[in-house]
């Protein structure tokens, strides 16, 4: 039930397009993993919810391990006192929506793994079979008792623990439509903790009455700790990062554990100073199948480029999507294996800041690169310039 490290990768676009809707996979497994040992040198979840959710310092791990595909439903690892501990009852927290079908016949077609007969893993809809999500439930014994989910979400590492919050489903539509609405969906909530929750009805499917409805679609709304409104983990507040690609170990931190332990490590030693900062703007490559569209040729995304007094390397700084490279395998390009599989950012990235990408949210990414000058850095990037490469460049 586990791949290993070679085999464990994503079929991604080569160009990064912030407009892909789906990450599609080259493999994919079952959607229930069954909890067996895995062979020596094997790729697994590397740490346990206690180590994913509780109060751990620094956290840089990484190891292969976020790129693990495996979902994980039914049998939750955690007792009903200890995950309300560990997510404990709020509003914070960041908020998903996962789609809930009820058989492989209602997975569309791009979301189907025709081989496997299976749900493809880490799709943006967070696509979950019922029985697998009811499954994987745990009734906390709180006075006011909560259902949270216990596992892997749709193979995303990082969708663990979450509390169930309501249940959506938008109706096809009647046998006689209405004249005003026609046949347009209509949407209807058959599931709240704020209602149901309190009477202490559990969550449930919900099932058309009499065939006279089609349910078009049925989506769940899940809340995280209430400290992912403000970071990948609890004592490293803040939604940045840096990669550290050309330390002998190559190590990505985040949050204010980006100060912090290089301080600590720094001691005696001279802080390293930034003698120049450029900035530098691209437009995402469409490939030469097309022609820019009027907003792709005005679209540019900028970002800054910082030297430093050691001149061992240069740094990447840019301001993008939520999750937006580490949940899109580590397909940077600012590094020349962007399309090996796996790159070494992606295999950097700890369990924890794997998850889907967010469109109204941001992340500021620090990127140590090789070139150790502004000129070097031009030559690099010029070597991927154009429609048919990455990306148009403007310096």
């Not at 193979?155 to 919050?165: D, F, I, M, R, T």
Request: glycine share 8%.
């Amino acid at each position: 039930m586990y791949k290993s490290n070679d085999d464990v990768s994503a079929a991604i676009p080569n160009n990064i397009n912030p407009e892909a809707e789906e990450i599609s996979t080259i493999e994919s497994e079952s959607s229930s993993l069954t909890e067996e040992a895995p062979p020596p040198g094997y790729a697994r979840y590397e740490d346990s919810l206690e180590d994913l959710l509780g109060d751990d310092g620094m956290y840089d791990r990484g190891g292969g391990f976020g790129m693990c595909l495996q979902s994980k439903y039914g049998a939750p690892e955690l007792n009903a006192k200890r995950a309300a501990e560990l997510l404990p009852p709020g509003e914070e927290g960041m908020v998903w929506h996962a789609r809930l079908v009820k058989t492989l016949r209602d997975v569309p077609r791009k979301d189907l793994d025709e081989v496997n007969q299976c749900i493809k893993p880490r799709r943006a809809s967070l696509m979950v079979l019922a029985d697998d999500f009811f499954s994987s439930l745990i009734k906390t014994d709180e006075k006011q008792p909560r259902w949270l989910f216990s596992g892997v979400l749709n193979g995303w590492p990082s969708l663990a623990l979450l509390e169930v919050q309501s249940i959506t489903v938008s109706i096809k539509g009647t046998i006689v439509p209405s004249m005003k609405r026609g046949i347009a969906p209509v949407t209807r909530r058959t599931w709240s903790y704020k209602k149901e929750g309190l009477k202490g009805i559990a969550p449930s499917f919900p099932e058309a009455k009499l065939g006279i409805i089609r349910h078009e679609q049925v989506r769940v709304r899940l809340r995280a700790p209430g400290w992912t409104s403000k970071g990948w983990s609890k004592n490293s507040p803040g939604y940045a990062w840096w990669f550290e690609a050309n330390r002998e170990k190559p190590r990505l931190l985040h949050g204010l554990d980006m100060i912090r332990i290089p301080q600590k490590e720094i001691g005696e030693t001279v802080d390293p100073i930034c003698t120049h900062v450029h900035m530098f703007s691209h437009r995402y490559a469409v490939g030469g199948r097309k022609m820019e569209n009027p907003k792709e040729r005005f679209t540019y995304h900028s970002a800054i480029l910082l030297e430093w007094d050691h001149k061992k390397y240069v740094t990447v700084v840019e301001l993008a999507l939520l999750n937006g490279l580490s949940g899109y395998s580590g397909k940077s390009n600012w590094y020349d294996d962007k399309n090996a599989n796996p790159s070494l950012l992606y295999e950097t990235f700890p369990r924890r800041m794997v998850a889907p990408w967010t469109w109204s949210l941001g992340e500021i990414r620090c990127l140590d690169v090789e070139a150790k000058t502004f000129e070097e850095f031009k030559e690099y990037v010029h070597k991927y310039s154009g429609h048919e490469h990455r990306c148009v460049f403007r310096f």
